[in-house]
């Protein structure tokens, strides 16, 4: 069971970056994958996540509400975090993580048990 994350970058205030988490030894259907992110002299936080498939939901942190969108793509075995109107608050290095079996609400790193390497979001002008 294997995690990559990429799709990080530089973007300027109120533009957009896909991440992408590709999932490898494992498929979508029955694994919850989970973004989380952590900012220089921050604790790691959840910013979203999408639950296996027979627990469904999907759960996104207050402040990326409206603007991140988490999806999975089964064809590719890959996730995604769409992030629209990105702001400088939104800088960080973004992990994803997964954990079979898992309804994704009021969720906690310690839930998960696979990372994989993480990727860096820089929001500045």
């Known amino acids: 069971v294997q995690l990559q994350a990429s799709g990080g970058g530089l973007v300027q205030p109120g533009g957009s970056l896909r991440l992408s988490c590709a999932a490898s030894g494992f498929t979508l259907n029955y694994y919850a994958i989970a973004w989380f992110r952590q900012a220089p002299g921050k604790e790691r936080e959840a910013v979203s996540c999408?639950?296996?498939?027979?627990?469904?939901?999907?759960y996104y942190t207050d402040s990326v509400k409206g603007r991140f969108t988490i999806s999975k793509d089964y064809a590719k075995n890959t996730v995604y975090l769409q992030m629209n109107s990105l702001k400088p608050e939104d800088t960080a290095v973004y992990y994803c993580?997964?954990?079979?079996?898992?309804?994704?609400?009021?969720?906690?790193?310690?839930?998960?048990?696979?990372w994989g390497r993480g990727t860096q979001v820089t929001v500045s002008s």
């Open positions: 993580a997964t954990r079979a079996h898992l309804r994704c609400s009021g969720i906690a790193q310690e839930d998960f048990g696979v």
């Open positions: 999408v639950s296996s498939d027979s627990d469904g939901g999907t």
